[in-house]
């Protein structure tokens, strides 16, 4: 059956087909001043001193790690049930990841008291991950990371315009990492942010985004600068204009987008409750602060097949995900870190299935989305209670 309804989509129309081309028009395209007016506009819109804008989301979080002077010797606690990214980006710096489970059905984020458990003598920073825009328990945290004396890192690529207290998640650590992803909130094909209130880190970012050398073409180019030095070992990690063109309506689109994402979400609780759903838990009911809702996580019943319920979705035209295989089950992370057990997010990790969420999905879409589902639980359920041998 042809895909109906996929997983996210953009919300891309004229504005953004004409920011593109009037970045081709102006004839500059590697980082200037469209990257310039981004970053102010949404260092202004979370309310950070500093926004830098980068490549991807990957390479914000290994900026972060850098700029921080995560190293060799160096322990980082990181949640295993996120995108690999945030203990790659660790990893890439030599030093160590240790994961921390997670709260648990109710809340799919980092548990503070997991993240305490971990702490040794070598631990230098905790990187947390908002799950799907909800907000990590950020003051119980806050309050951990300074009896410790240790960083924090948010990988807040689902959570644009998520809060507590209106403080933007991504300001509550000392960095905050998003991405611009193509299926992330605010969408730019590639593209990532650092954003940070601390001046120091924000230079260096800025000088390890591009070679560690101390002017840009850009400067050079507009006669403020004549050459340049290399101070550090840096990359080449640049966003360019019209990515960064892009990035300034989708910015000026994502209010409008998150509170139609948040009704979606309201409506996919409504309507995801009653005897057919009974066994679904929806995690993230009794979250605090305001959510960017980037993804909509269930939790299926223990008896029902989880792969039989994506294949009867898809038969319905519908495309689902899962959120995530926890980073601890894949071969390279087996291979380095054996024996890891982290019971809750093992857990939820079986039971997870990721149900469409973007912000052009209709309401009649969503109730499609609803009765299949609960269709595609019968099937699971009879499924998983007569199990078929591979071999049929
Ligand atoms: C998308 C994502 C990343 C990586 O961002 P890229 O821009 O794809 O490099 C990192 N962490 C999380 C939680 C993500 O969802």
Redesign the pocket.
């Known amino acids: 059956m042809e895909l109906r309804i996929p997983l996210s989509d953009l919300d891309f129309g004229p504005e953004e087909e004409q920011a593109v081309l009037d970045v081709l028009r102006r004839r500059w395209l590697t980082m200037g001043a469209i990257t310039q007016e981004f970053e102010k506009e949404f260092a202004d819109f979370v309310g950070a001193n500093n926004a830098i804008a980068v490549s ?4 914000a ?1 290994h900026l972060a790690a850098l700029a921080l002077g995560i190293g060799p010797g160096d322990e980082v606690i990181v949640p295993a049930l ?2 690999v ?2 203990a790659n980006a660790v990893l890439y710096t030599n030093a160590e990841v240790h994961f921390a489970d997670i709260i648990g059905d109710e809340n799919l984020n980092v548990s503070p008291q997991e993240i305490e458990k971990q702490i040794t003598s070598q631990t230098k920073a905790i990187f947390l ?1 908002h799950y799907g825009g909800y907000p990590c328990r950020m003051p119980e945290i806050v309050e951990i990371a300074r009896c410790h004396n240790l960083v924090i890192v948010e ?1 807040a ?2 959570a644009p315009g998520a809060a507590i207290d209106d403080r933007s998640l991504g300001t509550w650590g000392d960095i905050g990492c998003f ?3 193509s299926n ?1 909130n605010l969408a730019t094909g ?3 942010m650092v954003v940070t209130n601390r001046d120091d880190l924000a230079a260096k970012v800025r000088s390890l985004r591009s070679h560690g050398m101390t002017t840009l073409t850009w400067d050079r180019y507009h006669g403020h600068a004549y050459t340049y030095d290399v101070v550090a070992l840096g990359h080449n990690y640049r966003i360019d204009e019209i990515r960064s063109a892009l990035g300034l309506v989708q910015l000026h689109k994502l209010a409008k987008n998150n509170a139609r994402r948040q009704v979606i979400t309201a409506r996919y609780r409504q309507g995801i409750k009653g005897k057919e759903f009974a066994g679904v838990e929806l995690p993230f009911l009794n979250s605090t602060g305001v959510s960017s809702c980037h993804i909509f996580p269930i939790l299926l019943p223990e008896d029902a097949d989880r792969q039989v319920f994506m294949d009867a979705m898809r038969a319905r035209g519908i495309q689902t995900s899962i959120h995530y295989p926890p980073i601890h089950h894949f071969s390279y992370y087996r291979k380095r870190y054996p024996g890891i057990s982290l019971p809750i997010t093992e857990a939820v990790a079986r039971r997870e299935v990721t149900l469409p969420l973007y912000p052009t999905l209709k309401d009649t879409d969503v109730d499609y989305v609803i009765v299949s589902s609960s269709e595609a639980l019968t099937v699971a359920r009879s499924c998983a209670a007569n199990p078929v041998p591979d071999s049929v």
């Open positions: 991807n989301g990957t390479d979080l996120t995108f990214a945030t991950v990988d690529a689902h991405s611009f992803f992330k590639e593209g990532g």
